[in-house]
């Protein structure tokens, strides 16, 4: 049978006329086939499939969102109309002769009906008899999904799957279902150059599943799987996806509303602005090259959308053109945000596409230069001509609102932006546009004006403006001078007022008498460059001089400031933003002085002194660098909080207090008192509950303060500092003990002006909550009794905590009933503690002769010191019949206490209802979950409700009673008994496992799951100027995942390895092994100052994994997550850190997240200050009962760390702030660098725990973390900021390596600790000076100079009080005295030591072999995964990664920028030589190069160059067979094509780009080489398809042999290496016995003559020394891939065996000499 569909499609339309293809017309066949022999049937279904393409955008998504809807109307009967009744049931047939027939019955079988001798009945009875095989096979060529915004596509998936695709076979013995080989991949399409980039690179796999007895999935990579980050296009997916979100929902709008003006404006998806004087042509081309235009008016802010012109047309690209203009612009692409130049216009016009909201795009036409007010006052802005200076009129058209272009103004809250989007223009809001010029135009702020083409000066970047305020009326104020700006990056503008201005205004501007200017700044900014061209935008900005951003949370902060031009003034209320303009730009650059106060009536804080280039250069410092560290107090008398002020470039100050302290006790409202916190018996300042912190809160105590209400003094205090993460202490005050909990949150930092703020929340440790709809009675431990009432939540004290311990954690206990319904005896104790976390069910007994007990159930829930605890009604675990034979049973479930005690029984009904079953005591011992079922009188006692189990009942053996999960509930059913298959039956004969077991085998699991990696990597691409480059590069090798389930045990089990890792760097000048072995320069092989290009590595030695893990699961009824076993093993590691990559990271974060970065954690400053000061309850929502765990045995392995550090001290925010304060006063400079230090934490197991899964893996992390803390004195012993040295100084042998590799450093360091304490700054400054030494001798004179110098500093006890005298007489005699008597002690031994570093300085640069450490040749050894990858084009296109490509820019370096091709010219040995091709040249490589002439302007660093031809001098292309002749104006050129074997399409393709290359002399950039590139990316497709086909035709999978992929897929091998060594003793070569060997002995060892870390555990030595191969396996998951073998070459014996005196000496000889007496061999295997 065969089935054709020529056209499948879907599409939606909407009611605006928009329609989407979301499945575009597709070809499906299908054919089916039965065989039939006498034996068995066999049947065969075949399905094939077109290319399959979907897509979604948030239009069609919002239609097919709402299909369901309209599709149950359409079903649905109209209102007013009745389903037509059923008809009668007919009566009994009478046959034609009369004779009544007998009735038939509806319930009888067919076979009754119809007779058993019915011929389909005997043909399905013979069909049953047979075996059936099925095959189906679904095959398609590919499958695209693609997701678009409003109007292009951003992010496409695609799935290849090979010949012969998706095979299912099914028979008697299970079930086959089998994927050969698939690719899918995932490209994004990258605005900044229209690419279509790979996301996730093509990863081909195979899959297959197989059911039988049990199911087996297994997932094979056939290469690596790489994920390539880009900032731009990660930006818009992140920013699609809510947009995507947000249309799932069915619209909710009418035909009307659809219709409307507003709504279609405001959705509209394609916009233009035109800022132009003169009105534009906007002309449209789709893809069939139809074409539509638009003329677009002077708009300003009043934008046309083009959405009804892009309805009818495929949208391809767009062109502008004057309306007095015959030639159009270049094109834009729709996919592509770009900027071309629009010819004819006067002055330079640009148009420019762009995406400032993910749900449109807009056309922006605009002149180059323009003006954008980032004030916070409306301007009247002034043009004049660049030549008579005469006002130039303008019109108010030529400005907008810049939000509309993507950039929102900092000044402007969320309730004035949408009246900043109307636009005054000529007065008169929401007007089109206005011909009429005038003089001047209004220029709101966050308003962008352009320029007109006459005020613009002949150089082009710069113009003549005057400026002035639109609040000042023109009779008291004049416009600022009329000055070219734009020259300059910043300059300064002024405008001045007049006599009417007021006298106190005067006097906050700057003083009495005269006219106090107002200034600005006006900051040039260079914006995007037209493509391919030279033009680009230039922007002058217009700001205040100086914007002070308040991050206070509390008061209004009084600054005062003071420049040599005068005093200033300003208010800023918290969080808020002030401006000043009265200082100019130029006195503020000459540095200014700062004082300010918390409030008005608050003291002064000292005065600070800025310096004026880090407040006011364009290049911004970096958040927190540099930061003044200020107090302010809020009362005179009151304690200082902790200000950071930091100058953050551009003009801006912002002030912030790092550390917040929140009260939501809510012990005031409780009337214990009023609490106030204090620093050393005086108030911290504070405003409703807020208090800011004293600078060390962290080290140095706070006294919280408890004030009784009218009472003088105060009534209690407690001192507490401020925890890390959380604490929690009870506080005994006059009224009770309460409990309180203390920990630590963070601040989002968009919410304080993008300050780092913490805020520590003080609040009850222990909150109770009523979930029911009837009161409470609650019992505390002490007897005391309080009321619930019925949704009330409240805090809850106990006087008891007052005796425990400080830090002990959390436990009381209360009890509880209902004060409704029939009367209830108390519960039993509810624990609050961690180890309670989840939901616990209380059985609450009634009188004799009652009902069911009352079940409640107390939800305990932990976070961080504190704890929820809710009541409520139910229980999670219940009961219930299910069982259709338990007719006339009865069934009863009697809870077991934990002593064993039976308690009253809950009868379950027979009709099938649940009934909730609780404990009185669930607390109690072990608190197991025990019950005894009781079915007709038999009894099954079940240990503990919370494991999965099934009993089979033994009176009733069609019966069982079943525990299992049924959402979020335990059921106890009884059941009925299904008739077990013979597998079931033998496997419930079985032998079951012990339930203590700590791995599943895999013949024992029921469902197994495993996945081979060879390779997955993640890359990181900037967007740096002036091209993109590969930043890092995260690798992991040979990555191995099982999951085993079994049913019969009850058990899951997951097992990960990873062989591997690395983290790379790929910026230019890191190094690996590779780069230093190519070098030489001695002394650089040695001891480079090049950063290693690896920052992150595992050694693997002796083959040890990077990661081995497995975790077992036993399954379990509750919620809880049941951790049987757990164990991680760690290799050791070495980690290299500097500020160089860090900041590079940070900064692609930062673009890759957007203006909002990465704050995604913490609590908005305005609800911190909502809630503060409120009790704890006041809109309280429990919190969720958390996910449990209850672990039982954890073991974590030793983690062993090299770390190598070179960072500035504004990096070390990551450690505790008492560190962070000694350090910074310690040191004398500002880098903190550790060389080489090694941390090593021992391993651990941890002790059997329950409780919340969050606060377990907390805990972990703090105990890790605080074992880190414990090495921080071992890590600044090694230091410079301790300025200590790390060994003690040694010359001569092994001591050298020590001396020079680190010596000078050291020393250096330890010496600027003393010579910083001779109080000498003209000494300490010569000191800090840099000598450049090379060589041992020049490193000798230098340190006899430093001697000298020594020596003269014995006499500046004489000298240095003389020097004193003269210049500052008696006062400067005494300082000189100080100075001299610090100098004469301290110079000499300085001296001493800068003169060891000067030689140790000297014999490290002489290139001494042994002036090295292991970890420094470890590290500097090691090779890279992979070199940088290549971007292509001049915008640097990310492509997928190719292994040639790499090492040919490795090779040529920047003379490959800009390329969009690489072509090999062997096929064979790509390597051999390679065709580039650029948009105006073409460059060959290897053996063809010498044929073609260098190309100017293209050394590298490395000295290579590149030879080829640039289009320019190309005049003929001619194709002689397999070769290409290239003709310029005095030369020909041969370039053979032979070896490369290309498709004949490709080769076509090839020479007609070079002949349009040749014709126009250049490829146009944006489409350079396209279509060289599809024709190659569809050959290579068809090879892998052909390739595929064969591989099916022979059942067997072929891989291409040559790829380096495939060595990256699930075959790659790891190589196990193991030495064998023996001792001559007696005559005869055996194991080393001698006492010396050590771990000799053991005959198999690593590299270092150590025990292979491999051998196995189990073995004894002398075990392990008879084997005759290495008793070594890789472990985890890896299983050898080949047999033992014995490494053999010309340096070795016959058996591989080399030899020498002793295991330590450097070299071994081939024979065995007279003195040799140890002998070894290498044994390696592979493993896989």
Not at 197 to 215: H, I, N
Not at 1148 to 1157: H, K, L, N
Not at 1671 to 1694: H, M, N, R, V
């Amino acid at each position: 049978l065969g089935i054709h569909f020529s056209n499948t499609q879907v599409r939606t339309v909407s009611l605006a006329g928009e329609s989407f293809d979301v499945v575009p017309p597709l070809p499906i066949n299908i054919t089916f086939e039965q065989t039939e022999t006498d034996s068995a049937i066999a049947i065969a279904l075949s399905v094939t499939v077109g290319k399959l393409a979907l897509s979604a955008s948030p239009q069609s998504v919002q239609v097919l969102a709402a299909l369901p809807e309209v599709v149950n109307s359409i079903l649905s009967l109209p209102e007013g109309v009745q389903q037509a009744s059923a008809p009668p049931e007919p009566g009994p047939v009478v046959p034609a002769s009369g004779r009544r027939a007998s009735v038939v019955q509806l319930g009888g079988t067919a076979a009754e009906v119809l007779g058993d001798d019915f011929a389909a009945f005997k043909r399905a009875q013979e069909l049953k008899s047979k075996p059936v095989s099925t095959a189906i096979v679904v095959a398609f060529k590919e499958a695209t999904f693609a997701l678009s915004d409003s109007v292009m596509p951003l992010l496409r998936v695609k799935l290849e799957v090979m010949p012969p695709g998706l095979v299912l076979k099914t028979a008697d013995s299970g079930t086959d279902l089998m994927l050969a080989g698939a690719g899918i991949s995932a490209d994004v399409l990258n605005p900044r150059n229209g690419a279509w980039e790979p996301f996730l690179e093509r990863f081909d796999f195979g899959a297959r599943m197989t059911a039988g007895k049990s199911v087996k999935v297994s997932l094979e990579a056939h290469g690596p799987l790489l994920v390539n980050l880009v900032p731009a296009p990660l930006r818009l997916i992140t920013a699609l996806v809510p947009v995507l979100l947000e249309h799932l929902r069915p619209p909710k709008v009418t035909d009307a509303d659809y219709r409307a003006a507003d709504e279609r404006h405001r959705e509209s998806r394609f916009r233009v602005i035109n800022l132009c004087r003169e009105p534009l042509e906007v002309i449209l081309t789709a893809t069939d090259d139809d074409q539509s235009s638009t003329m677009v008016a002077p708009s300003g802010s009043n934008w046309i959308s083009l959405d009804e012109e892009l309805k009818c047309m495929k949208f391809l690209h767009l062109t502008v053109r004057a309306d007095s203009c015959t030639s159009e612009s270049r094109p834009l692409w729709l996919e592509q945000n770009g900027m071309v130049l629009v010819p004819g216009c006067e002055g330079l016009v640009m148009a420019e596409l762009m995406t400032p909201e993910p749900n449109h795009r807009l056309l922006l036409l605009a002149p180059a230069m323009r003006v954008h007010n980032k004030t916070d006052v409306t301007l009247a802005l002034r043009f004049h001509d660049s030549t008579t200076k005469a006002v130039v009129p303008h019109i108010s058209a030529a400005c907008c609102d810049a939000k509309l272009l993507g950039v929102a103004s900092p000044w402007l809250e969320v309730d004035e932006e949408a009246e900043a989007l109307q636009f005054i223009v000529d007065g008169s809001p929401g007007a089109r546009s206005n011909a009429n010029a005038r003089e001047w135009v209004t220029l709101r702020p966050n308003g962008l004006c352009a320029i007109p083409a006459k005020a613009i000066c002949k150089d082009g970047t710069s113009a003549l403006i005057s400026v002035r305020p639109l609040d000042w009326s023109a009779e008291t104020v004049a416009f600022s001078e009329a000055r070219e700006f734009g020259r300059a990056d910043v300059e300064g503008l002024s405008c001045i007022k007049g006599p009417a201005f007021s006298d106190a205004a005067k006097q906050e501007a700057g003083g009495p008498g005269g006219s106090p200017p107002m200034h600005f700044v006006l900051a040039r900014e260079l914006g995007a460059m037209e493509r391919g061209g030279t033009a680009g935008v230039t922007t002058l900005a217009l700001k205040p001089t100086l914007s002070m951003l308040n991050a206070l949370p509390l008061g209004t902060l009084g600054i005062f400031l003071t420049t040599a031009g005068g005093k200033s003034q300003m208010d800023v209320p918290h969080l808020k933003r002030g401006n000043f303009y009265a200082p100019s730009f130029e006195e503020l650059r000459k540095g200014f002085s700062l004082v300010a106060q918390l409030d008005k009536d608050a003291p002064f804080c000292s005065q600070v002194t800025v310096d004026g280039k880090d407040a006011m250069e364009l290049t911004g410092n970096l958040q927190g660098e540099e930061a003044l560290k200020l107090e302010l107090a809020q009362v005179k008398g009151g304690a200082a909080a902790a200000i950071s002020l930091e100058a953050l470039g551009h003009g801006q100050l912002r002030w912030s207090c790092p550390n917040w302290f929140v009260d939501r006790s809510g012990l005031q409202a409780a009337s214990y008192g009023r609490l106030e916190l204090r620093h050393k018996g005086a108030v911290l300042p504070h405003s409703e509950g807020l208090t800011l912190l004293q600078p060390d809160c962290f080290e140095s105590s706070s006294e919280l303060a408890l004030l009784a209400a009218g009472a003088s003094g105060e009534s209690a205090s407690h001192s507490l500092k401020m925890p890390p993460n959380f604490d929690s202490f009870a506080w005994k005050t006059p009224k009770g003990c309460v409990e309180l909990s203390l920990r630590a949150g963070n601040v989002k930092a968009s919410t304080v002006q993008g300050a780092a703020c913490k805020q520590f929340l003080l609040a009850p440790q222990l909150v109770l909550t009523n979930a029911s709809d009837v009161d409470l009675e609650l019992v505390a431990a002490d007897g005391v009794k309080m009321r619930l009432a019925a949704g009330e939540s409240k805090a809850h004290h106990w006087q008891e905590g007052a005796k425990r311990d400080k830090g002990a954690a959390l436990a009381t206990t209360f009890r509880f009933k209902p004060l409704a319904g029939a009367a209830c005896e108390l519960s039993g104790p509810v624990l609050c503690s961690d180890g309670a976390a989840g939901s616990t069910p209380f059985s609450l007994h009634r009188g004799e002769g009652e009902d069911n007990p009352e079940v409640w159930s107390a939800e305990v829930a932990p976070l961080q010191g504190s704890i929820g605890v809710s009541l409520r009604p139910g229980s999670e675990f219940m009961a219930a019949i299910k069982a259709q034979g338990a007719a006339g049973l009865r069934m009863e479930v009697r809870p077991v206490s934990a002593d064993g005690k039976k308690e009253p029984a809950v009868r379950v009904p027979a009709d099938g209802e649940t009934v909730a079953i609780g404990w009185s005591a669930p607390f109690s011992g072990k608190r197991c979950r025990a019950v005894d079922v009781v079915v007709g009188g038999e009894v099954c006692s079940i240990p503990d409700l919370q494991r999965t189990a099934v009993w089979q009942l033994k009176k009733h053996p069609r019966l069982a009673v079943r525990v299992a999960r049924t959402g979020p509930t335990t059921l106890v059913a009884l059941e009925d008994v299904p008739e077990k298959t013979e597998a079931e039956e033998a496997a419930a004969q079985a032998p079951k496992r012990s339930n203590t077991t700590k791995s599943l085998a895999g013949d024992s699991a029921s469902l197994e799951f495993s996945l081979k990696l060879g390779r997955a990597g993640i890359s990181l691409v900037e967007e740096a100027d002036p091209a993109p480059r590969e930043l890092f590069f995260f690798v992991l090798d040979m990555l191995r995942l099982e999951y085993l389930q079994s049913s019969a045990q009850d058990m899951e089990q997951v097992t990960l390895s990873i062989s591997d890792a690395q983290g790379i760097c790929q910026l230019p000048g890191r190094v690996d092994g590779e780069d230093v072995s190519d070098s030489l320069d001695a002394s650089r092989i040695l001891h480079s100052n090049d950063k290693p290009a690896v920052i992150l590595a595992n050694r693997s030695e002796g083959g040890k994994s990077c990661l081995q893990l497995q975790l077992v699961r036993e399954a379990t009824s509750s919620r809880d997550l049941l951790i049987s076993f757990a164990d991680l093993e760690l290799d050791k590691f070495d980690f290299t850190l500097d500020s160089q990559w860090l900041q590079r990271l940070q900064k692609w974060t930062s673009d890759a997240t957007g203006d909002t970065g990465l704050d995604i954690f913490g609590s908005p400053a305005q609800e911190v200050l909502a809630t503060a000061g409120r009790p704890i309850t006041d809109g309280y929502t429990p919190p969720s009962v958390p996910a449990v765990v209850q672990a039982e045995e954890v073991k974590l392995g030793a983690i062993d760390l090299t770390v190598w550090c070179a960072l500035q001290l504004k990096y070390l925010d990551f450690l505790p702030g008492y560190i962070q304060t000694a350090l910074k006063v310690l040191s004398f400079s500002n880098k903190f660098t550790l060389d080489g230090v090694g941390i090593h934490l021992p391993s651990k197991s941890l002790d059997p725990h329950r409780g919340s899964l969050r606060d377990y893996a907390s805990a972990i992390a703090s105990d890790y973390t605080a074992s880190f803390l414990a090495h921080i004195a071992e890590l600044l012993g090694k230091s410079s900021l301790l300025n200590l040295p790390k060994a003690p100084l040694k010359l001569g042998g092994a001591a050298v390596a020590v001396l020079g590799d680190g010596l000078t450093s050291v020393t250096g360091g330890a010496v600027s600790l003393i010579s910083n304490l001779t109080l000498d700054p003209e000494y300490v400054e010569r000191k800090k000076r840099a000598q450049n030494i090379h060589g041992v001798q020049a490193g000798v004179a230098a340190a006899g100079k430093t001697l000298v110098e020594g020596v003269e500093g014995m006499f500046d006890v004489i000298r240095k009080p003389v020097e004193g005298a003269k210049e500052g007489g008696f006062f400067g005699f005494a300082k000189g005295l100080g100075t001299g008597l610090a100098g004469t002690m301290v110079k000499p031994i300085a001296a001493i030591g800068t003169a060891v570093g000067e030689i140790g300085t000297g014999i490290a640069s002489s290139g001494n072999t042994f002036n090295d450490s292991t970890e420094s040749r470890r590290r500097r050894a090691r090779h890279r995964a992979r070199h940088p990858r290549l971007l292509f084009g001049e915008l640097g296109e990310v492509r997928a990664f190719v292994d040639l490509e790499a090492e040919l820019l490795q090779k040529y370096g920047q003379s490959m920028q800009g390329v969009y091709e690489v072509l090999p010219l062997d096929k064979a040995n790509p390597s051999s030589g390679a065709l580039f091709l650029f948009s105006d040249r073409l460059a060959v490589v290897g053996a063809a190069e010498s044929t073609f002439d260098v190309l100017a302007g293209n050394k590298t660093p490395q000295g290579k160059q590149l030879h080829g031809l640039r289009f320019c001098d190309l005049k003929e292309l001619t194709v002689h067979g397999q070769e290409l002749h290239l003709q310029s104006a005095n030369k020909k050129y041969v370039l053979s094509l032979a070896a490369a074997n290309l498709s004949s399409e490709v080769k076509a393709t090839l020479i007609a780009g070079l002949q349009a290359a040749a014709a126009a002399g250049r490829i146009e950039p944006h489409r350079a080489w396209s279509e060289l590139h599809s024709a190659m990316a569809a050959d290579a497709a068809a090879t892998r398809a052909s390739a595929s086909a064969r591989a099916a035709e022979s059942d067997f999978l072929m891989l291409d042999a040559t790829s380096k992929s495939q060595s990256r897929g699930s075959q790659k091998t790891k190589l196990l290496q193991v030495w064998e060594v023996e001792r001559w003793n007696l005559g005869v070569w055996a194991t080393a016995a001698w006492v010396q060997d050590g771990s000799l002995q053991w005959r198999w060892v690593d590299d270092q003559g150590r025990k292979h870390p491999q051998v196995d555990e189990n073995l004894q030595k002398s075990e392990a020394s008879k084997m005759k191969e290495p008793p070594c396996q890789l472990g985890g998951l890896y299983k050898p891939a080949g047999p033992w073998s014995i490494e053999k070459s010309a340096s070795t014996d016959a058996d591989g065996w080399v030899y020498g005196m002793a295991w330590s000496q450097p070299t071994w000889n081939k024979s065995p000499g007279m003195t040799d007496m140890t002998r070894k061999r290498r044994w390696t295997r592979p493993f896989a």
